[in-house]
């Protein structure tokens, strides 16, 4: 079968590789101005698999510079080694002592698969041109306990203890470990955490941040973040907590789980080391698979700044578009930004102007006087085919409803997806950031974000208010970010 080229739904202003496939974020690390993103590749086909580590760097998470895959698959005549998920550090005192001429060497930790012995171990690779290309390390494995489900190890440096720890996944078991390392190659285990919260799946990619609570910079928790889902399960929880240096201990009611993202394609998502202003920037994979799309396969996320907010239930996070983002967007929008105050919708409401089918909308809406209120994505003309989001006021809920553009007969549960929310005073805020095949709400400035794709026809018209009963949109701020390929 010949696959369809689908320009339209290429996004615009999220990241996606020139051709090919690509799944979780890897080795996120900010260095000399730039942010290096790492991914999960296949080099030679539009699906999984040949795993390698795909690169790009960007100065603003906006537009993104190609690079030649990094860290290639490994094939002797015994054994192929992919090169699966991972982080990549800046060793600033060269404590691997992998650096060269007095400069610090970048060090990828990651998991070798092994198909043929069936085995995950962790391995090393070190890079002296600055993240460009890497050296295997002769005595990998670091990490090896001879086990089939072991991996995605995420590492950062632990300053009271001078040592750099690591969480890698126990796959199967729903676990956490902690490993101390002084030098990246010799590891101690210091801990486990889990199981807790969702279980239905195998753990994958954990990863573990301090985030400011409440905006104050003296106030610290720590939270794990774990992919798991399927099945309409959560695809990402978190947990809230302390971390010692050693064990790292939730706060909240473990088996309570708190999901990342209420759509159903966000997974695996890591953040960034060491990027500017202190700030904790968090990637993600999108990717729900309702359609082909060629000659790629798979996105990333919108980049999320991370914060912790104390709430009526407990600590919870916050996500917004990270502000490296929204300072830039401005240089992307073609046309002026379209601002709007005050507009009444009662019904099927105004088209609003552009095409391409790439936004960017910051809104206010009142709702005292609705029962839902919101967007409709606006299929090809003459259809009635339409993709609706926006907030449910009876059930207090943030949506997007694919059921007018989509059918899922397997599950057609996922083509609703909501998230609770509750409007503050009758005003809801959203921020709706549609590219081509990408849809991202945030709601409330972060409390809540669904993140899911969709497949608009190629000719589909753009974009509408609508509401049931009489909704305001206080404000509204729309930039098309339609830029081309
Ligand atoms: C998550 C994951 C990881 C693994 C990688 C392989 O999507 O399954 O656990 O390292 O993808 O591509």
């Known amino acids: 079968e010949k696959a369809v080229p689908t320009p339209h739904w290429r996004p615009a202003y999220h990241f996606t590789p020139p051709a090919n496939w690509t799944n979780d974020p890897n080795g996120l690390v900010f260095l000399n101005g730039e942010f290096n993103l790492y991914y999960q590749h296949n080099p030679f086909e539009n699906k999984w698999g040949h795993m390698s580590w795909g690169h790009a760097t960007s100065k603003d998470l906006i537009a993104w510079k190609h690079l030649p895959v990094a860290i290639p698959e490994v094939i002797t005549k015994d054994t192929t080694t992919w090169i699966y998920s991972g982080s990549v550090v800046l060793d600033k005192s060269n404590t691997s002592g992998f650096g060269i001429n007095g400069k610090p060497p970048l060090v990828a930790i990651f998991t070798a698969d092994q198909p043929k012995q069936k085995k995950e171990s962790q391995f090393i690779a070190y890079s002296n041109d600055g993240g460009l290309s890497y050296k295997q390390y002769s005595h990998n494995p670091v990490i090896d306990l001879n086990m089939h489900d072991f991996r995605d190890p995420n590492v950062f440096w632990y300053q009271p203890t001078q040592q750099w720890i690591m969480t890698v996944s126990m796959v199967d078991d729903h676990m956490v470990r902690f490993y101390g390392s002084k030098n990246l190659k010799d590891w101690n285990k210091l801990s486990d955490f889990g199981p807790a919260g969702f279980t239905k799946n195998g753990w994958e990619c954990p990863s573990l941040l301090p985030l400011v609570v409440d905006g104050n910079p003296d106030n610290i928790k720590w939270v794990l973040f774990v992919s798991s889902g399927g099945e309409h399960g959560p695809l990402i929880q978190y947990f809230v907590g302390d971390f010692d240096g050693i064990t790292f201990k939730s706060v909240n009611e473990t088996n309570k789980v708190l999901k990342v993202d209420y759509g159903d394609a966000f997974y695996a998502a890591i953040a960034w080391r060491d990027a500017p202003e202190n700030k904790k920037i968090l990637l993600g994979w999108l990717q729900n698979g309702r359609q082909e799309t060629y000659p790629w396969k798979g996105q990333m996320s919108i980049p999320h700044d991370l914060s912790l907010k104390t709430t009526g239930d407990g600590l919870v996070l916050n996500q917004l578009p990270s502000v490296f983002v929204t300072r830039a967007l401005h240089k992307y929008a073609t046309g002026k930004v379209i601002e709007k105050t005050n507009i009444d ?15 960017w909308i910051d809104a206010e809406f009142d709702i005292r006087n609705a029962r839902k209120a919101g967007f409709n994505v606006v299929g090809k003309a003459g259809t009635d085919k339409k993709v609706t989001l926006g907030y449910d006021a ?3 809920l943030l949506f997007v409803d694919c059921t007018g553009s989509e059918k899922d007969n397997k ?6 997806q909501t998230a609770p929310m509750k409007a503050i005073n009758g005003i809801v805020k959203v921020k709706v950031l549609l590219d081509r095949s990408s849809l991202e709400v945030f709601g409330n400035d972060g409390e809540k974000v669904i993140s899911t794709m969709i497949y608009p026809d190629k000719d589909a018209t753009g974009l509408a208010l609508f509401s049931e009963g009489a909704a305001v949109v206080k404000s509204l701020k729309m930039w098309n970010l339609n830029r081309g390929e």
Do not use: F, T, W
């Not at 019904?347 to 936004?359: D, R, T």
């Not at 599950?411 to 609703?416: R, V, Y």
């Open 345 to 359: 919708i009662n019904g099927a409401g105004l088209k609003l102007p552009g095409n391409g089918n790439a936004y």
């Open 394 to 396: 009876e059930k207090q």
């Open 411 to 416: 599950s057609p549960e996922n083509l609703i």
